[in-house]
């Protein structure tokens, strides 16, 4: 009875480690051997972004030290912040890196500033659709993060109905266009570098970046090329849920194995008994024969 509570039990509880494993798997792989943010802080002016009043340490631990968390939801909405009071609902709005200031969303597109207002309030963070993203400076990892190529977190992609819906952290797109030549900005931002090395040479070429300048010359001329959807998701829910029902199961088990433990051992013990009174009424029966031979023999 022990080895068959203990063996599926045990099955059950490697299963869990495994998935648990490939959960921490997951999210390490997604991280990039360059340092976050290219070592480089948030924009002090930040803080005041469309005259709102954002909080520069969150600022700094979500979008520089970070590559799983978020600002609390529902952030856009304080009275300090009111994101969407601020914004000209008759025009796109293009929000920038919070470090290096490159344009990484340009909204509402595609769709009125009502629904981007809507949808935004409703999941708590700004949330952008695949028109909306300026795809050249974003990255987007396999298991849904998503990060500038300043390597600022952004957040990550959370699809809705089929279609890649990016919930973007606020304070790590309330950057301001940096005023530097490209140049300057690749010797600020090693990132933006792509280093080949061959067997006999080094090529070192920028790699395709979309500049506040090149943007703004005429931003309606712009057209992403983000994939609708992008098959890139986090499996934290999924595995979430895989975890709750393993956990579910063992203690079903666990549940199942004492009930089992309990009957048994009752029905053990009542077997027993009954071996025992069993028992003894054959010794007692014994006697009343032995009796009775005796009797007769005198």
Not at 14 to 26: C, P
Not at 142 to 165: A, F
Not at 215 to 232: H, I, M, R
Request: a negative charge; glycine letters at 6%; aromatic letters at 8%.
């Amino acid at each position: 009875m022990k080895a068959f509570f203990a063996a599926p039990l045990l099955d059950f509880i490697l299963l869990f480690l495994a998935v648990t494993t490939t959960t921490f798997t997951t999210v390490s792989s997604s991280s990039d051997d360059q340092q976050q943010c290219n070592g480089i802080p948030p924009q002090l002016d930040m803080v005041n972004y469309l005259g709102a009043t954002l909080d520069y340490d969150v600022a700094d631990r979500i979008c520089c030290h970070n590559h799983r968390y978020a600002e609390s939801k529902g952030y856009l909405e304080e009275p300090q912040v009111a994101l969407f009071d601020r914004l000209d609902p008759t025009k796109e709005t293009i929000f920038y890196d919070v470090v290096c200031g490159l344009p990484l969303f340009i909204a509402p597109r595609g769709r009125t500033f009502e629904e981007f207002k809507d949808e935004s309030i409703h999941h708590g963070w700004p949330s952008f659709r695949p028109e909306e993203m300026i795809s050249e400076n974003v990255i987007l990892h396999d298991d849904g993060r998503m990060e500038s190529i300043c390597l600022t977190h952004l957040g990550h992609n959370l699809p809705d109905s089929g279609v890649d819906r990016y919930c973007i952290d606020l304070v790590c797109i309330a950057g301001s266009p940096l005023n530097v030549s490209q140049s300057d900005l690749t010797q600020q931002f090693p990132s933006l570098v792509v280093v080949q090395d061959t067997d006999m040479t080094t090529t070192i070429t920028t790699k395709n970046v979309v500049t506040a300048d090149s943007l703004l010359e005429d931003p309606s001329d712009y057209v992403s090329s983000a994939e609708q959807n992008s098959g890139k998701v986090s499996n934290k829910s999924r595995n979430v849920t895989i975890g709750v029902v393993i956990a579910v199961i063992v203690v079903l088990i666990l549940v199942g194995g004492a009930v089992y433990y309990k009957y048994g051992s009752s029905r053990s013990k009542n077997t027993n008994k009954m071996n025992e009174d069993d028992e003894e009424n054959n010794n007692m029966k014994n006697d009343d024969d032995n009796d009775t031979s005796n009797e007769v023999e005198e």
